[in-house]
């Protein structure tokens, strides 16, 4: 199965799913990173493993059915045949749905639905919850509303801060995205 990952910031998660198929836990090629900030930092780690890719300012557009349409070709181009949202910050409209609909899916740092949007551990953690945790769903047209594949709760613990609970998060992300991938890889038969 050749992926392309989707990103907007420094790549964590990406770099997670990089690490996953280098050690052979996770039986996919990254064909493609993509992100919306040509200054990310997910850009130097697919540098770093000559992974291509293809940035772009959304602003340089005039819609966003002409940046999906731009991304549509270059995932054809590449033969991508699924895609990983890994802290990409847009929502994803009409033109990218239509071609990878059901091919899609992204991660999220709370358990779906509570806490989705934007700064979900800072929602879970403001929200004084004992337990928050990690979605991976599939990509619909809604916020964080696609159909739930996996999701692993994490204990909020008395002193916890708002950093280390970030970092537990992190820590869970980096492990069920991988493992997840591979579930759905063998369930595709991609």
Do not use: C, W
Request: a negative charge; glycine letters at 6%; zero cysteines.
């Amino acid at each position: 199965m050749k992926v392309a990952i989707f990103a907007s910031g420094s790549g964590t998660n990406a770099q997670a799913i990089i690490e996953a198929v280098l050690q052979g836990t996770l039986d996919i090629e990254v064909g493609l990173i993509v992100s919306d900030k040509p200054q990310a930092r997910v850009l130097e780690r697919a540098a770093k493993y000559n992974i291509p890719t293809f940035a772009f300012t959304p602003k340089n557009f005039s819609s966003k059915a002409e940046f999906e349409k731009e991304i549509v070709e270059k995932l054809y181009d590449a033969n991508i045949e699924f895609v990983v949202l890994a802290g990409y910050m847009r929502l994803i409209g009409p033109t990218l749905l239509e071609a990878y609909g059901g091919k899609m899916i992204n991660i999220h740092p709370s358990l779906l639905p509570s806490f989705s949007g934007l700064d979900a551990i800072g929602q879970a953690f403001q929200a004084k919850v004992k337990v928050t945790g990690v979605t991976i769903h599939y990509v619909d047209a809604g916020m964080d509303t696609g159909p739930i594949i996996a999701q692993e709760a994490v204990r909020i613990d008395e002193e916890e801060t708002l950093e280390t609970l970030t970092k537990k998060i992190q820590a869970l992300e980096h492990r069920l995205y991988p493992e997840t991938l591979q579930v759905i890889k063998k369930q595709m038969n991609l």
